[in-house]
């Protein structure tokens, strides 16, 4: 690397606003002992894996908490252990695998750094002297007991759907399957210079050509998408099985085998997906849509096979509630989070199953280039209902739900009104809004400058213009409360008809009347703030103790 790109890989690493599971940073020698310098190399070339980082990194000259720059006095080059063996040759002889770890060492507005980049590990933990280790939090410790990082990485290599079934043949697929999908196949392909080629091919000749099998030999992706139930042994261990489970003012629950390819439009028919209505003020019609977009549903369920970590010998799982359906696979995002594929401008360069999703694509069954997450959040936006919502996930288990139903009317009226006006990115802001969830400091300005929302951190609600548009004033002023002056005003006359208040009285006297946004001490801070104004104004003061008030009128 030249001097000018370190500069900008250490300015890079550095804005980083704390240490992650595959950066570190110190400032001297003295404060790492060459052990730890190996435990952190493993850690770190671990961390990167787990967190889909190409490399993990070690860095002197900079400090750990603050990331400010200043330089150290260690060199490793030219570093030393016990007394005679240098260090880097001490570091990857315990290091195991080995992995080609590089050393580079530059100034930074003439302060010296060290940075000590390391491939993620792959296939295997990376062991420094026969233990393998991971940064949790700010510790770093035993990857052994964290079973759901080990197997991340023994993933990380290996693509299960390519591998091939020698004893398995095209006679092992479904003949359905197989012809619905030569139709898919020609549907993705036309205009192809050998698209009136496809009807002719025999079936080896397709599905090599729809990258489904592999030099004529039947893959664990073929298995999954086209093959008969009774060929689903060929993959055992491993479970190829969606539950679709009913879980409303009925109970229900099937279990929905291979070829999936097939299997996803019968699991689409059995919910329920009837009309739902929206009232906006403006029109005096109401606007009808589907309680659920059918595309949606076969794309997040698409997903869901594209993307499961079929090691893990789990369900697909689909349940149907009142209000929403609930996606689960097993396995992580397994580049970066659903969020950066909500606008549609972001390409994954991995994958978990290349092959199983690469073939899903031709199939026409999933969009490429992680193209699908933005086509749902704009089916629900266009739809008038609350986008998906991905933050029931967790490192192990991709949870999505899909709303059939409102959160906030006024988000809902709100896009019908302004339907062409909002970009997605205010609209993915406004549904964090009413789902509660936090957002930045500049997403609030930004909404609060164009009258979208209203509150205080973290307590921002829906703002009087819109309020005024959608008709629901109440819920505004429940929310926002009374003027300051108003509950000034109940205090003093409260105090002069019953000649004295205690804090209990004044509590029970404004607590219901106090905004519902608040929670129970930021309601004691308010009440607090008013008594305390008043005393300052001259117009009460207190005639008992601190302990036990009595407020009186001066």
Partial sequence: ?????????????????????????KLGKGSITDEEIGEYISAMSNGATVKNKPFGYLIW?????????????????????????????FLRINLSPKINFEIFEFDYQDKPIVLLRMPAAKGEPVNFQKKPYIRIGSNKTDLRNFPEYMRIIYNSQEDWSAKTVQEASITDLDPEALRLAREKFKEKNIGKPWYDEIGEWDEATFLDKAKITSSGKITNAAIILLGKPEA????????????????????????FEIPFFTSVNDIVKRIRNVKYKFFPNNQLIAIEVQKYDSEVILEALNNCIAHQDY???????????????????IGGFFEGEAEDYSTGNITPNKYRNKWLADAMVNLNMIDS?????????RSQYK????????????????VLEIYGQTIDENYSKLLIEKNDLLSLTEVVLLDKVQKKQTITEDAAKMLKSKGYI?????????ATNIAKVTGHKADYSKNKGMDKQYYLDFILQSIKQHESLSRKDIDELLWEKLPDILNDNQKKNRITNLIAELRQKSKITNQGTFASPQWVLL
């Fill in 232 to 255: 689903v042994h060929f993959i055992s261990p491993y479970v190829a099985q969606i539950t679709w489970k009913l879980e409303t003012e009925e109970v229900a629950y099937e279990h």
């Fill in 383 to 398: 739809r008038f209902f609350p986008l998906p919502d991905y933050t029931g996930s967790s490192l192990n288990e991709v």
């Fill in 61 to 89: 000259g900079v400090e750990n908490i603050t990331h400010i720059i200043k330089g150290t006095n260690f060199c490793l080059t030219k570093a030393k252990h016990g007394g005679n063996q240098e260090l880097e040759l």
């Fill in 369 to 377: 280039l992680g193209f699908g997450i933005h086509k749902m959040y």
């Fill in 1 to 25: 690397m030249t001097n000018k790109e370190l500069i900008e890989l250490l300015e890079e690493l550095t804005a980083f606003p704390v240490e992650t599971e595959w950066i570190e940073f």
């Fill in 454 to 462: 209203e509150g205080r951190k973290p307590n921002y609600y829906v």
């Fill in 311 to 329: 090691s893990q010998n789990a369900r697909i799982v689909l349940v149907e509630k009142v209000n929403k359906l609930i996606f689960r696979n």
